[in-house]
């Protein structure tokens, strides 16, 4: 397991620093400029292209986590729910910190609750697609089993 999670990780870390460069260019087309990091982050590391190294590294770091952490799913003496507590408890507040740290939001209340609301509702967005995904593969699969 500890070699799947290496792996995993490893995989992780470059498509974690896709996916925010993603977002970032969404955000340009969306607002017409491009910001290589939060003004926040840019601000709390001296400068723009300090901010965009720092947020490349933990953006992969992210995504390391997030691949790493998918072997939760596939132990199969857990249940469903004690391996999405788990996931979420190992998610959450590394993506938490590194919102922090990038300047993605703010290190207040309101700041807090509406990471965690957005956070929330994508995770379980996402938790939900897989499930019914999968599901469906399971009701295929008994479906074609003789009877």
Same mark, same amino acid.
């Given at each position: 397991?500890?070699?799947?999670?290496?792996?995993?990780?490893?995989?992780? #870390? =470059?498509?974690?620093?896709? /996916?925010?460069?993603?977002?970032?260019? /969404? @955000?340009?087309? &969306?607002?017409?400029?491009? @910001? =290589? &990091?939060? =003004?926040?982050?840019?601000?709390? #590391?001296?400068?723009? !292209? +300090?901010? +965009?190294? *720092?947020? #490349? @590294?933990?953006?992969?770091? !992210?995504?390391? *986590?997030?691949?790493?952490?998918? !072997? /939760? %799913?596939?132990?199969?003496? %857990?249940?469903?729910?004690? +391996?999405? +507590?788990?996931? @979420?408890?190992?998610?959450? =507040?590394? #993506? %938490?910190?590194?919102?922090?740290?990038?300047? %993605? &939001?703010?290190?207040?209340?309101?700041?807090?609750?509406?990471?965690?609301?957005?956070?929330?509702?994508?995770? *379980?967005?996402?938790?939900?697609?897989?499930?019914f995904a999968y599901r469906r593969k399971i009701e295929k699969i008994n479906r074609n089993l003789p009877q």
């Open positions: 397991m500890k070699k799947q999670i290496l792996l995993r990780s490893a995989l992780g #870390f =470059p498509l974690g620093v896709c /996916i925010s460069n993603g977002i970032l260019l /969404i @955000f340009a087309v &969306c607002f017409g400029e491009y @910001f =290589p &990091c939060a =003004p926040d982050c840019a601000a709390r #590391f001296g400068s723009e !292209v +300090a901010g +965009a190294a *720092v947020q #490349f @590294f933990l953006s992969g770091l !992210v995504g390391a *986590v997030f691949a790493g952490s998918s !072997v /939760i %799913w596939e132990v199969e003496s %857990w249940s469903l729910l004690r +391996a999405t +507590a788990t996931h @979420f408890c190992i998610t959450t =507040p590394t #993506f %938490w910190v590194v919102s922090l740290l990038l300047g %993605w &939001c703010g290190l207040n209340l309101w700041g807090a609750l509406s990471y965690l609301g957005i956070f929330l509702a994508i995770y *379980v967005s996402i938790w939900l697609s897989q499930y």
